[in-house]
């Protein structure tokens, strides 16, 4: 007779976040209880109990289970105790080689209350991959559903905001750490690069993101990361949309419900909801860090330090080299020492008077141009703003939104006669088949159909891309009309205007004209590039323009 097995029990439960929400029947204590219960009805012997408490049954990385089957290779236990087969996973593939292989092949028998470990089994785990799958898809439906309607669906709020306390979906701006955030994005305002000025923050001892997250909980944080600033961690920032007050989700997301590496989604999949919360900064500041990033700006200080607001920025209008810096010294009559800054053509600079020309200009000569026209061209947006953004597409060259409109007409023109000559060409080639068609025929007719087709898809694709341009260069100079305006009684030029607002300037050499030196400068703005026509073009009506600001101004 056969020695009766002595068994070495381990018990096995599981409990994840949606089989919680299932009630008490599974949870962590009702298994333990009916599994111990079992255990001290047939009086065998618990060895250890295996939890894992928040755990998707699709991730066999789970603690408490990789624990159990370190104990099953070991023979610490003979005998693995479930209330079912979910609790050991939902992947029937890893569940299956987990009860037919490896729990065999070490000797540990698999007990299920609620089920037989029998031929059955594979079907049973296959219904629970499903059961998962399922679930998965809900989870997913419903985060996306609430990322669209602005709901934040993350873990951490983004650094400077907290959760509301009245809704954990929205953000309420937590102070002391906005006022970090608004530093950062006015140290990038001024020209300064990501590693800059995450070295300016770890000199002051200002603490990282992470470690105010966690300080601000009580709690001591449990993630094997950089407890400083770096120079990513500001890129992130100054490119996160929420400081704007725009929620921007679904980024990342995993591979699957089987496998949860995170992945990077394409921009297009990214879910977006505009306006969710009060920002941070103002979207002056926004656009301005945009245009840094977009240029590489990177300044260029002098010896004492100094960083001119026009450096990188200056080009000479003749051949297009870089302006460049140069300090002036001169020594008086009296002795007295006399300074200078102004620029002069690189090119000159490097090869003389066979290259180019000086263009020597003043600093403070240009501060005073540029930001007279400046003052001058946002005046005539406060004025009269759909006007100027006329102008401007008219300047372009550009089509005006009833030629838009016309293009819209035609392009719909195009494409609804493009199914019917499908649906000809088709017939044509039917009664070419059944012989009531003629072949001449039939060849007239096919090369006339096919080479209108070709031209109507043609002349469609080229309208799309009329409407599209049509509709960015409108989107453009209304932008610019807005960025703007906020200028028109600019007195003080500083790093964030230019960069806000200016592209580049060129700068032309001096000439004479009715016996005054004169010395042109163009301002190329962000957007819409050089609009100085607007200036000659209606001069009158202009100047009309401007003093009607005037008498408004004073009036105020």
């Given at each position: 007779m056969a020695a009766e097995k002595e068994h070495k029990v381990g018990i096995y439960v599981r409990l994840s976040n949606e089989d919680a929400r299932a009630g008490e029947s599974?949870?962590?204590?009702?298994?333990?209880?009916?599994?111990?219960?079992?255990?001290?009805?047939?009086?065998?012997?618990?060895?250890?109990?295996?939890?894992?408490?928040?755990?998707?049954?699709?991730?066999?990385?789970?603690?408490?289970?990789?624990?159990?089957?370190?104990?099953?290779?070991?023979?610490?236990?003979?005998?693995?105790?479930?209330?079912?087969?979910?609790?050991?996973?939902?992947?029937?593939?890893?569940?299956?080689?987990?009860a037919e292989v490896l729990l065999p092949e070490h000797g540990c028998e698999l007990i299920?209350?609620?089920?037989?470990?029998?031929?059955?089994?594979?079907?049973?785990?296959?219904?629970?991959?499903?059961?998962?799958?399922?679930?998965?898809?809900?989870?997913?439906?419903?985060?996306?559903?609430?990322?669209?309607?602005?709901?934040?669906?993350?873990?951490?709020?983004?650094?400077?905001?907290?959760?509301?306390?009245?809704?954990?979906?929205?953000f309420v701006i937590d102070e002391p750490a906005a006022a970090i955030v608004r530093k950062i994005f006015q140290l990038r305002a001024e020209g300064k690069g990501y590693k800059t000025i995450s070295y300016h923050l770890n000199e002051a001892g200002i603490i990282s993101p992470n470690e105010y997250f966690y300080q601000q909980k009580n709690s001591q944080n449990p993630r094997a990361t950089l407890r400083s600033w770096s120079d990513a961690t500001i890129r992130l920032l100054l490119n996160n949309e929420v400081y704007i007050g725009n929620m921007v989700q679904g980024k990342s997301g995993t591979v699957s419900y089987k496998n949860s590496k995170l992945i990077k989604k394409a921009k297009e999949d990214w879910i977006r909801s505009d306006g969710t919360h009060e920002g941070i900064i103002p979207l002056e500041l926004w656009e301005c860090t945009r245009k840094i990033g977009e240029k590489r700006?990177?300044?260029?200080?002098?010896?004492?330090?100094?960083?001119?607001?026009?450096?990188?920025?200056?080009?000479?209008?003749?051949?297009?080299?870089?302006?460049?810096?140069?300090?002036?010294?001169?020594?008086?009559?009296?002795?007295?020492?006399?300074?200078?800054?102004?620029?002069?053509?690189?090119?000159?600079?490097?090869?003389?008077?066979?290259?180019?020309?000086?263009?020597?200009?003043?600093?403070?000569?240009?501060?005073?141009i540029v930001a007279e026209q400046i003052r001058s061209h946002a005046q005539m947006v406060q004025c009269d703003e759909e006007r100027i953004v006329r102008e401007i597409l008219r300047q372009q060259n550009d089509e005006t939104e009833t030629e838009r409109a016309n293009f819209q007409s035609e392009l719909k023109s195009h494409k609804n006669r493009l199914p019917m000559l499908n649906r000809l060409i088709e017939k044509l080639y039917?009664?070419?088949?059944?012989?009531?068609?003629?072949?001449?025929?039939?060849?007239?007719?096919?090369?006339?159909?096919?080479?209108?087709?070709?031209?109507?898809?043609?002349?469609?694709?080229?309208?799309?891309?009329?409407?599209?341009?049509?509709?960015?260069?409108?989107?453009?100079?209304?932008?610019?009309?807005?960025?703007?305006?906020?200028?028109?009684?600019?007195?003080?030029?500083?790093?964030?205007?230019?960069?806000?607002?200016?592209?580049?300037?060129?700068?032309?050499?001096?000439?004479?004209?009715?016996?005054?030196?004169?010395?042109?400068?163009?301002i190329i703005y962000n957007y819409v590039g050089d609009i100085d026509g607007l200036c000659a073009v209606g001069e009158s009506e202009n100047e009309d323009m401007r003093n009607a600001f005037v008498k408004e101004a004073m009036r105020v």
């Open positions: 599974v949870s962590i204590e009702n298994q333990k209880l009916i599994l111990t219960k079992h255990v001290k009805e047939n009086g065998w012997e618990l060895i250890d109990t295996y939890i894992d408490d928040g755990f998707s049954g699709t991730n066999q990385n789970r603690p408490a289970l990789q624990k159990m089957l370190a104990d099953v290779r070991s023979k610490r236990i003979n005998t693995l105790l479930i209330k079912d087969l979910s609790r050991l996973g939902r992947n029937y593939l890893e569940v299956g080689n987990l299920s209350l609620n089920e037989k470990v029998d031929e059955m089994m594979v079907f049973r785990n296959w219904l629970n991959e499903q059961h998962s799958k399922d679930t998965s898809k809900k989870v997913r439906a419903v985060k996306r559903m609430c990322a669209k309607d602005g709901k934040f669906i993350g873990s951490m709020p983004p650094f400077g905001f907290c959760r509301d306390p009245e809704n954990k979906h929205r700006y990177q300044p260029r200080p002098q010896k004492n330090g100094d960083v001119s607001i026009f450096s990188g920025i200056l080009v000479c209008a003749d051949c297009g080299y870089k302006m460049r810096l140069h300090n002036k010294r001169r020594t008086r009559a009296d002795g007295s020492l006399y300074g200078r800054t102004c620029f002069i053509c690189g090119s000159y600079a490097r090869c003389g008077k066979t290259a180019c020309t000086t263009h020597l200009i003043g600093e403070n000569d240009l501060m005073a039917e009664d070419r088949l059944v012989g009531t068609v003629p072949e001449t025929v039939f060849r007239n007719l096919i090369q006339k159909y096919e080479q209108e087709r070709v031209e109507r898809q043609n002349a469609a694709q080229a309208l799309e891309k009329k409407i599209r341009s049509v509709k960015q260069n409108t989107n453009n100079a209304t932008r610019w009309a807005g960025l703007i305006k906020p200028y028109a009684r600019l007195e003080t030029l500083d790093a964030q205007t230019i960069v806000l607002l200016v592209d580049r300037i060129a700068i032309g050499d001096t000439y004479t004209l009715q016996g005054k030196k004169t010395q042109d400068v163009k």
